[in-house]
């Protein structure tokens, strides 16, 4: 067994967005990891792990199939990705953090220290496609795994290998990387918090993370987007804007600020905070446009519910009839069904890959 820092190896892959520092490897984003191809018979890797409230989990995928998911520990120590494998095959193996990241936590980190293998590393291919998804909890894969009663909001729950990132991705040979926060919106969160939503910090490797400990890790360095240019950015975000209208006003009890999203008596969205929504998604089409000048833009909505699909396809006039920006989008996701229900009242596996399907056809079609 030989043990190698992250930078002495040639053909480490990395996935999700990092500060350009490799020692350690921080892990940020839901499906953030590393991917090797190893010719040998045995493979470690050595995290550190910390965390508050919500412990990171970790998945491992060998030849794309999932072999392993666990809850990780606090601490430093070496995991077995695999042993007694046939030496002279070579196996492709990719180690992905399962939970997002999560703003609610500021000690919740996972890093990767040093790889040990018994063999050799040969190149992994490039990908033909790069995805970035933007989005929620649905982006998070929360509810994607446990039976459909459970309702704690604990990080058990979420997955990123079982989500329609992972397997639109798969679908179409895509590298992609995921940006998202469970209850987060693109103008305020579901409880009608204004500095909840995604855009606010696009721009920042991590932005939303709190502590000291992710601010050395680089996690609030801005993102170096020239590295990683993708062919298409999917934005699946309006579930929690669409929320705030039904929640009371939120208010910070330090600075008396406030904010709500109001419902008519009827029911009805009002319609000046309507088109506060509708004047965020436009802006976040512009601002997803300067960082990413050559992506298709794809604002995917649907799983669960459909509210503010009116006013996604009027933001997203708004923007190329003020941009002249033709390469912009709007495409309905399958609801989510009784029969295709996760945990916590989140699209399950079945819906995952139902929107999966139909989200690949239609952005195979503009590639």
């Not at 040990?116 to 994607?144: C, H, M, N, Q």
């Not at 009663?149 to 979420?158: A, V």
């Not at 008596?265 to 965020?280: C, H, M, R, V, Y």
């Amino acid at each position: 067994m030989k043990e190698y820092k992250p930078e002495e190896i040639k053909y480490l892959k990395i996935h999700g967005r990092t500060a350009g520092g490799t020692a350690p490897l921080p892990l940020f984003w839901t499906g953030s990891g590393i991917e090797l191809n190893v010719k040998g018979s045995e493979l470690w890797i050595e995290v550190e792990v910390d965390y508050g409230l919500y412990e990171p989990w970790l998945g491992v995928l060998i030849n794309s199939a999932k072999v392993s998911r666990q809850m990780l520990n606090k601490g430093r120590y070496w995991l077995c990705l695999f042993r007694g494998m046939n030496e002279n095959t070579v196996k492709n193996v990719r180690v992905i953090r399962e939970v997002q990241a999560m703003n609610g936590d500021p000690e919740c980190s996972l890093v990767i220290h040093s790889v040990r293998a018994d063999g050799e590393f040969l190149p992994v291919k490039e990908r033909p496609v790069k995805i970035e998804f933007i989005g929620d909890s649905i982006t998070s894969g929360e509810g994607a795994v446990g039976a459909r009663e459970e309702e704690d909001w604990i990080s058990m729950w979420f997955s990123a290998a079982d989500n329609y990132t992972a397997l639109t991705a798969r679908e179409l040979n895509a590298d992609y990387r995921v940006i998202s926060q469970s209850g987060w919106g693109v103008l305020t969160s579901w409880d009608n918090n204004p500095d909840c939503n995604l855009p606010k910090y696009y721009e920042k490797v991590c932005g939303l993370l709190t502590g000291e400990k992710n601010e050395k890790l680089g996690a609030l360095k801005e993102n170096d987007f020239s590295a990683w240019q993708p062919d298409i950015v999917v934005v699946n975000l309006g579930t929690n804007d669409s929320s705030a209208f039904n929640t009371p006003e939120w208010k910070d009890e330090a600075t008396g600020r406030h904010h709500k999203q109001r419902s008519n008596s009827d029911g009805t969205f009002n319609e000046e905070d309507l088109k506060a929504f509708e004047e965020a998604v436009s802006n976040f089409f512009s601002k997803i446009r300067k960082y990413n000048p050559k992506a298709h833009i794809v604002w995917a909505y649907g799983m669960l519910g459909n509210s503010m699909m009116p006013a996604l396809f009027r933001a997203a006039d708004a923007y190329q009839r003020k941009s002249g920006d033709r390469k912009v989008s709007v495409f309905q996701l399958p609801n989510t069904t009784d029969k295709t229900i996760g945990s916590r009242s989140h699209p399950g596996i079945l819906s995952h890959e139902k929107a999966a399907e139909e989200l690949s056809v239609y952005l195979r079609s503009l590639l």
